[in-house]
């Protein structure tokens, strides 16, 4: 019978992450399990960085984005010496599973090692990036796609008013997910990302194609793994001789009170990590396939990245014509 398990956050931190926490830590004790809270990611529990949670130390939390527990990026975890000091806490306070909530990298690392140490450990995704594979939806991107939306909406304005051509550099190094999704939302008239090359005389033919019929402005979207929004700037206005501006919305999109959904989202992930762990599941994620919170092999997450939907792409350019 599993008595004590340890939660933590890894790799790049997304809003929705402390509601994940808080449904483990909720869910477990209500269980009757004990948690403990490590701090940092793999560092803290190589560095036994870590304690007991309680009720209480997920409480006001639900709506705040980050994690209180803290997240980073251990080199010292991808070695064999790091992970066995992490064995080495595990034994001392009695671990005997692992959520971890967090992105590939993160899955990796915890599939590593429960392969060596057979500790059972389950895999919650959290990146605003949403490329992971076995979930149709990882905690965090539907409050950065709102964040790039709002962005859309504001710029739209001023765009409106002054006739320019804007673009709108979102982030997304490998995935351009977050431009697609908030690219259809926005009604913006290109996008550009990491999975598809499109020519820049391409974006440059739509754009007079639509000031020609009379369109006040345009925006253009553009995943930071697909181009630098500054130079996709620079190419539009030399070769059409339009006024461009250039927005970089940065870390804007990892912020932020976390949507309903992302809430919803995390808080039946978190729970169903705490199943998952009690039914005897070992190194395996949860995911959100077709409506269900589901589970899957924790190497479903590694057969590279989520594909990019191209029937949504496809639509996105149909409505923007
Ligand atoms: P994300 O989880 O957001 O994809 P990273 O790729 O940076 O972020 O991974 C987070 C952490 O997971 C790394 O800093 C490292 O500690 C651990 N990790 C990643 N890959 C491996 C691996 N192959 N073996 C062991 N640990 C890994």
New binding site residues.
């Given amino acids: 019978m599993m008595q004590r398990i340890a939660v933590l956050t890894?790799?790049?931190d997304s809003p929705g992450m402390n509601a994940a926490i808080r449904a483990v830590v909720r869910k477990a004790i209500y269980h009757g399990l004990e948690v403990i809270g490590i701090q940092r990611?793999?560092s803290g529990f190589i560095e036994a960085d870590m304690g007991p949670m309680n009720l209480g130390s997920v409480a006001d939390i639900v709506h705040r984005g980050g994690t209180v527990l803290r997240t980073a990026?251990?080199?010292e975890?991808?070695t064999p010496e790091g992970r066995s000091k992490a064995f080495a806490n595990v034994q001392r306070f009695g671990i005997q599973g692992l959520v971890v909530i967090?992105?590939?990298?993160?899955f990796?690392?915890a599939e590593?090692f429960n392969r060596e140490y057979n500790l059972p450990v389950i895999g919650v995704p959290g990146?605003i990036d949403n490329d992971i594979t076995g979930t149709e939806f990882s905690i965090g991107f539907d409050t950065a796609i709102n964040t790039v939306v709002e962005a859309i909406n504001k710029i739209r304005d001023t765009a409106t008013s002054h006739e320019r051509t804007f673009i709108l550099e979102v982030m997304g190094r490998e995935s351009g997910y977050i431009a697609l999704m908030a690219g259809l939302a926005g009604g913006a008239e290109s996008i550009l990302i990491p999975e598809l090359r499109q020519s820049i005389e391409e974006v440059c033919d739509k754009l007079k194609r639509g000031y020609k019929r009379g369109k006040l402005h345009s925006i253009i979207i553009v995943a930071e793994g697909a181009a630098s929004g500054l130079e996709v700037g620079k190419q539009i206005r030399e070769m059409t001789g339009l006024e461009t501006k250039v927005t970089i919305l940065g870390h804007l999109q990892r912020g932020g009170t976390p949507t309903a959904f992302d809430r919803i989202l995390a808080s039946q992930m978190g729970a169903k990590a705490v199943e998952l762990l009690m039914e005897g599941c070992r190194n395996h994620m949860v995911g959100m396939v077709a409506g269900k919170v589901v589970a899957s092999p924790l190497e479903a997450a590694f057969h590279g990245k989520r594909p990019i939907d191209l029937e949504i792409y496809n639509l996105a350019n149909i409505l923007s014509i």
């Avoid at 967090?102 to 993160?106: A, H, P, R, T």
């Fill in positions: 890894s790799g790049g990611g793999y990026r251990s080199e975890f991808k967090g992105g590939d990298g993160s990796k690392g590593v990146t």
